[in-house]
């Protein structure tokens, strides 16, 4: 038996062999990881696909991450924010589609205080009944309690890189620490969580990534997402390269067999990279995909990195062509909240 399928057939996976299976090019190899992950995948995920609809409701941000277009310093980029009655009228029409995850994204944005984000929770919570995950950045900790309290589910919040090094090299004035920190905090007033990293960003390396595999473990994650690089004009990075589409998968398929229960997203940014990203992720681990409902003209401005895949499209279509394109691979479209994979069936019918 190689050693990689040796390493496949161990339940708990060290660094090194963690490292080994991300290392490898042979393509029996490869293939025998995509099965495992599969294999995982369909024990603790079943073949359904969960949908979750994200409003990018602001795209101002006090951050300066060197990777992000959405960064302070880029002074090309036409800022807006929805109005109160544009989010929830998007979140009508996110539940109208049949989707009960609304995912509220945007750049850290303190013009939205923490009373206002209540607001717009507890509106949502009282008129539909969806799951809510905010993605709003580092808040302070009485807003984390603030929005629990009024009804948000779910927080993610991408470490983007477990190097403390690395991390302060792409965040200007902010640390790891204070990342995993918030994390553990968000996890400890009964959020389920979300995290994980971006591959191929310079000076990253194979051991980096064993090392974000390994934070998520650690975290004990409810969402583990790992999404490709995509180079940005108007930042540092435009000139770097775009991350690579296989090994991208392969760390997701990686990141499964480690992880096990734990939902893993096919991106918009491996969809923004491969016309078939997507569905090449979700036959390498992954059970989740999160359409774009902003609305125009608000969704070609939320450019984190350019030609965003389907942002030229209209939103109203997306549900049937994403089942389409999920049961065209023998999968199906989950119904319900799709609450994270580490709560008990019964906890979460009554959530
Ligand atoms: N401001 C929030 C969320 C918005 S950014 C936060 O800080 O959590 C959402 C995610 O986009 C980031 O977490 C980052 O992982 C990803 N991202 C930013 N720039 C990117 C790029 N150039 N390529 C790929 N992903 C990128």
């Not at 060197?66 to 090309?76: D, H, V």
């Not at 191929?200 to 390396?205: E, K």
């Not at 909240?337 to 709560?343: A, C, M, R």
């Given at each position: 038996m190689s050693m990689i399928s040796e390493i496949l057939n161990k339940e708990d996976l060290n660094e090194e062999e963690i490292f080994s299976l991300l290392q490898t090019e042979d393509s029996d190899e490869v293939k025998l990881i995509y099965q495992k992950a599969n294999e995982i995948r369909k024990v603790f995920c079943g073949d359904e696909v969960h949908l979750r609809g994200i409003i990018?409701?602001?795209?101002?941000?006090?951050q300066d991450c060197?990777?992000?277009?959405?960064?302070?310093?880029?002074?090309?980029l036409d800022r807006y924010r929805m109005s109160f009655d544009e989010i929830i009228q998007t979140a009508e029409t996110i539940y109208g589609m049949g989707i009960q995850t609304i995912v509220l994204q945007s750049g850290?944005?303190?013009?939205?205080?923490g009373n206002m984000v209540a607001d717009i929770i507890s509106s949502i919570k009282s008129r539909f009944d969806v799951a809510i995950t905010l993605s709003l950045g580092e808040r302070s900790f009485e807003d984390y309690v603030l929005w629990k309290k009024s009804g948000a589910d779910r927080y993610l919040l991408k470490?983007?890189?477990?190097?403390s090094k690395l991390y302060s090299t792409y965040h200007i004035n902010q640390n790891l620490k204070d990342r995993v920190d918030h994390l553990y905090y968000l996890k400890s007033l009964g959020y389920q969580i979300g995290s994980g990293n971006i591959i191929?960003?310079?000076?990253?390396?194979i051991k980096d990534i064993a090392q974000d595999i390994i934070l998520c473990r650690k975290l004990d994650l409810d969402m583990a997402s790992f999404s490709p690089f995509i180079a940005s004009p108007d930042?540092?990075?435009?000139k770097q390269k775009n991350a690579d589409l296989n090994f991208t998968l392969k760390v997701m398929a990686v990141a499964r067999i480690v992880l096990k229960n734990v939902h893993i997203p096919a991106t918009t940014a491996i969809g923004t990279l491969d016309e078939y990203g997507r569905e090449k992720a979700l036959q390498a681990g992954a059970n989740v995909i999160m359409p774009n409902f902003t609305p125009s003209p608000y969704r070609e401005k939320y450019?984190?990195?350019?030609?965003?895949?389907?942002?030229?499209?209209?939103?109203?279509?997306c549900p049937a062509c994403l089942e389409n394109s999920i049961n065209s691979l023998g999968r199906k479209m989950a119904s319900g909240?799709?609450?994270?994979?580490?709560?008990s069936a019964s906890e979460s019918l009554y959530r």
């Open positions: 990018e409701f602001s795209n101002y941000c006090e060197l990777y992000c277009g959405l960064r302070k310093n880029n002074l090309n850290e944005d303190f013009f939205f205080t470490h983007e890189t477990a190097s191929g960003l310079p000076h990253q390396t930042t540092p990075y435009r450019s984190i990195y350019p030609n965003k895949k389907c942002v030229k499209d209209n939103p109203l279509n909240k799709g609450h994270s994979l580490k709560i």
